[in-house]
């Protein structure tokens, strides 16, 4: 099993800038895709990008282009760099693994709003 911690989150002004990191408990370098996941009371859980072992990423539409998934496999560690934030973008923002291990951490709460 792996646990992850999210961190990063916080309000923002739409336009403006958050980078999201991701700690994991245990080396994610034998976990084939990682995966920034979102979810607000009015949707459920999402997987929003993706980034394979090879660096091959996945982004949903909405995200395409303001988002950009890294990951460092020394470090254990997945980031979601965001830009030209939007109200819509408001959410919990979780990682884990494609497909998820069972367990989520607490997530990192991102607010856009002005």
């Known amino acids: 099993q792996v646990q992850f911690v999210e961190s990063g989150g916080g309000l923002v002004q739409p336009g403006g800038s958050l980078r999201l990191s991701c700690a994991a408990s245990?080396?994610?370098?034998?976990?084939?895709?990682m995966g920034w996941y979102r979810q607000t009371p009015e949707k459920q859980r999402e997987l929003i990008a993706s980034?394979?072992?090879?660096?091959?990423?996945y982004y949903t539409d909405s995200v395409k282009g303001r988002f950009t998934i890294s990951r460092d496999n020394t470090n254990n560690m997945v980031h979601l760099q965001m830009n030209n934030l939007k109200p819509e973008d408001t959410a919990v923002y979780y990682c884990?693994?494609?497909?998820?291990?069972?367990?989520w951490g607490k997530g990192t709460q991102v607010t856009v709003s002005s």
């Open positions: 884990n693994g494609d497909p998820t291990f069972n367990d």
């Open positions: 245990r080396r994610i370098s034998s976990i084939y895709i």
């Open positions: 980034i394979t072992s090879a660096d091959s990423t």
